[in-house]
């Protein structure tokens, strides 16, 4: 779950694997969804919190890989999993 005070920090994309979470832009709508299924022509996301996946997600869509959340003001996750506490 993000939070308003969040802050995303986004790399372009070059490639991306399962699991990436992605900032997506469709219908007009961002959304940051994870990487659930991927072919050499677009890829499937989900949200964590989701029941349901998402249909087909196409490179031009992807904005960008999110590498950081940084949820204010001192715990910084990370997507591989990692947690830094930062005073």
């Known amino acids: 779950t993000l939070y308003p005070e969040d ?10 694997k399962i699991n ?20 050499n022509k677009y890829v499937v996301t989900k949200g964590d919190n989701s029941p349901i996946s998402d249909s087909k997600i196409y490179p ?8 950081q959340i940084r949820r204010y003001p001192y715990l910084y996750l990370h997507p591989s999993g990692d947690i830094d506490l930062q005073a």
């Open 60 to 67: 031009k869509q992807m904005i960008g890989r999110v590498y």
């Open 7 to 16: 802050t995303i920090h986004l790399s372009k994309i070059n490639s991306y």
């Open 20 to 39: 990436d979470l992605v900032l997506v832009l469709k219908n007009k709508k961002p959304f940051i969804h994870r990487i659930i299924y991927k072919t």
